[in-house]
């Protein structure tokens, strides 16, 4: 699995407003217990000013072999993990810019589950279980119509799996777009709906929820640290 530098570890970014604001689209009416343990003011912790979003582009190539072999001019975004690869539409394609980077990170924060990075639970659950079940389902089924597909509502297994790790990823692009400074009312709600189905996915289970949505925490942090330390790299050897 890869190894942080933890020395240079960046601030931690705001969880619990975010969480809340999802539990609510969600229509949860649980009393909040605090997950966020960090040992700072989340109201202490300012988002990037002025951050362009093409810019994350620079923070996806600062990453170099982090990254799988993005190609562009597709139906549908996709992550192939047999083959690490992303497949994507063109950003054209889209009704905004703020869609095209939404997917974009998506398919980068699948990527990031396989176990040379941050070998995350719900990622490896659902790549084990596909591979004992690859002649059921398609890889390009499995993302471009898994929800209108009766056949894998009926593997509970594999669509229990799934659905944790969407949750992971797409309150992955939550946070870190809110962290950027870069969220919309579009787009947040679209987040929310999305999310709001894979919750309801997998029987609206607070735990699985609260779990997912932790791992999303720990994979936009990852995110963030390797980039800020590529930008520092680079700037020392800029220097030399």
């Not at 997950?35 to 700072?40: E, G, I, S, V």
């Not at 975004?77 to 980077?101: A, C, D, H, K, V």
């Not at 949505?213 to 020392?236: D, Q, Y």
């Amino acid at each position: 699995m890869y190894q942080t530098n933890k020395s240079m570890k960046t601030k931690s970014i705001i969880f619990n407003k975010h969480f809340n604001t999802l539990k609510n689209g969600l229509g949860i009416e649980e009393e909040w217990v605090c997950l966020w343990d960090d040992n700072m003011s989340e109201d202490s912790y300012d988002p990037f000013v002025n951050f362009e979003i093409k810019e994350i582009d620079d923070m996806i190539n600062s990453l170099g072999s982090l990254i799988p072999r993005i190609e562009h001019n597709f139906n549908n975004g996709y992550y192939n993990w047999s083959e690490n690869r992303i497949s994507l539409p063109l950003q054209g394609q889209f009704n905004s810019r703020e869609m095209f980077y939404r997917t974009k990170m998506h398919e980068i924060f699948h990527s990031f589950g396989r176990g040379c990075v941050l070998n995350r639970k719900s990622f490896v659950e659902y790549d084990e279980v596909n591979e004992r079940r690859n002649n059921f389902l398609k890889n390009s089924d499995f993302f471009t119509a898994v929800f209108s597909n009766e056949r894998f509502d009926h593997d509970r297994s594999l669509s229990i799996a799934y659905h944790k790790e969407e949750v992971v990823v797409e309150f992955g692009v939550y946070l870190l777009f809110e962290h950027l400074g870069l969220m919309t009312d579009e787009l947040r709600h679209s987040l929310i709906m999305y999310i709001r189905r894979s919750y309801n996915g997998f029987g609206a289970d607070m735990a699985y929820l609260k779990s997912a949505c932790l791992e999303s925490k720990r994979m936009v942090e990852f995110f963030l640290e390797e980039s800020k330390k590529a930008k520092e790299v680079k700037s020392l050897e800029f220097s030399l």
